[in-house]
């Protein structure tokens, strides 16, 4: 079976520029979210999805958006890019979006901004 | 805001030993409790997880502590294999409400042969 896959794994931006990245979840999960790790943090919830609908949001900017697809993908975008929004994002689904539900990470995608 | 602190942030242990990470957290709405593991490159894994309904969950060589009062939880991991070696996260969320996690700074257990 399948994990939670995202795409692309790494990916170089520079400062000012936009960037998307894709989420695809475990079959049959319909609940998607999003953390940002730093180097040496934990992950920083940034967006949950479930059903097509946001659920809830982090604290970050505006700049930082997202959407779920009707098959239950989801991307998330970043706008007007920062050198502190270099990190790994990572996507989790789970079955429901509740706080116990078990949530499976991907390997995340790794964003460098220069 | 820090709402969960975790501590230590490096650990050292023998093949063998016992390895305990302390977390502690701040929002008394908080009721599920779980402690993620990840290697190099790769997203957080599910390890462990409790509620603070029970004071004790053992899986495996995987044991959390839960402290209500002092708003405290830990992991022992016994016999540590240096297969154990990776980052260790503790994280906090409200069970009924969104998959909203929030997660400890993280400690980098390496276990030595």
């Known amino acids: 079976d399948a994990g939670v896959t995202q795409s692309p794994t790494h990916l170089i931006k520079t400062r000012g520029q936009q960037v998307t990245l894709r989420c695809s979840p475990i079959?049959?999960?319909?609940?998607v979210s999003w953390y940002q790790q730093v180097l040496g943090q934990g992950p920083q919830f940034i967006f949950q999805?479930?059903?097509?609908?946001?659920?809830g949001r982090g604290n970050f900017p505006d700049r930082f958006s997202a959407r779920q697809f009707p098959n239950y993908s989801s991307e998330l975008n970043v706008n007007a890019l920062l050198l502190g929004d270099s990190a790994l994002y990572l996507c989790?689904?789970?079955?429901?979006?509740?706080?116990?539900?078990?949530?499976?990470f991907g390997s995340g995608t790794q964003l460098s901004v220069l | 805001q820090q709402q969960v602190k975790q501590s230590p942030q490096s650990l050292i242990v023998q093949k063998g030993g016992i390895s305990i990470i302390n977390c502690a957290y701040e929002?008394?709405?908080?009721?599920?409790f779980p402690w993620y593991q990840q290697f190099p490159g790769k997203g957080p894994a599910l390890l462990i997880a409790i509620r603070p309904d029970v004071s004790e969950k053992k899986e495996g060589r995987f044991t959390i502590s839960f402290n209500k009062s002092a708003k405290q939880f830990s992991l022992h991991i016994m016999d540590s294999q240096p297969g154990d070696s990776a980052t260790y996260f503790c994280a906090a969320s409200i069970g009924t409400s969104g998959s909203r996690l929030t997660f400890g700074e993280g400690t980098q257990l390496t276990v030595n042969p």
């Open positions: 079959s049959g999960h319909k609940s």
């Open positions: 989790a689904s789970s079955l429901a979006p509740r706080g116990s539900e078990k949530l499976f």
């Open positions: 929002n008394t709405a908080f009721d599920y």
């Open positions: 999805y479930y059903e097509k609908e946001e659920r």
